[in-house]
Each structure stands twice: as C-alpha cells, then as structure tokens.
C-alpha cells in the first residue's frame, strides 16, 4: 500500500468520524432542546411515584410523549449530576417544554 493511499484512508476515517460527531450533536440538541410538548397542548398533570428511578422516570414520560428516547432522559440526568436529586410528586405542565425544562422540573 502506497503513502498516498495510507492517507487517503485515514482523511475518510478522519471525515467520517467529524461527520458522525456532528449527526451525533444535532441529536442532542434536538432531543434535549427541542418542545417536545407542543405549544396548545392543554395543562397537563405528570405524577411521579415515591422512589421513582431515572430509567422509571424516563419511561413514564416515553409513555406521555415527554421524551422520545427514556435514555436520552437518563443521560440528560447524568450529565446534570441531578440523578439523586429527581422528586417524585405531582408537576403542573403547561406550555411548550423541552427535555431540559423537564429535568429542570424535576430536580
């Protein structure tokens, strides 16, 4: 294998991986900053149960159209440092939220 070819693999590697990275960070953005509670959706109730987990958590707003992936929220947590701090009780939810509003919520 010549040099040139050498580099010429390892530059599409290189552009590769920045692609992804960057398909990886709009994700996030998406996911975390995005409404995922439409702005005439109705006032809502969300009621967390006593000893509720991040991963309960996540799937009781997956079931409420909340959150679209139960683990973007318990990675989301996570990275706010905010898992033990999550309170069960029951959240007035009006108005458009994002999935950072709602750990916000609950932490």
């Known amino acids: 294998m010549s040099r040139g070819t050498s580099f010429r693999r390892v530059l ?3 552009l590769l991986a920045a692609v992804l990275l960057l398909a990886g960070r709009l994700y996030w953005v998406k996911e975390t900053r995005s409404p995922t509670r439409p702005v ?3 006032p809502g109730t969300l009621i967390i149960p006593p000893g509720s987990s991040a991963d309960a958590i996540g799937r009781l707003l ?3 159209g909340l ?3 139960p683990l973007a929220f318990r990675v989301l947590v996570l990275l706010k440092g905010v898992s ?4 069960a009780g029951e959240y007035a939810l009006e108005g458009p939220l ?3 509003q709602i750990v916000d919520l609950l932490a």
Request: hydrophobic content about 30%; charged content about 20%.
């Open 12 to 14: 599409r590697l290189v």
């Open 98 to 100: 994002t999935l950072d």
């Open 67 to 69: 959150v679209r992936h």
């Open 40 to 42: 005439n959706a109705p």
């Open 62 to 64: 997956q079931s409420q």
């Open 84 to 87: 033990g701090s999550l309170k």
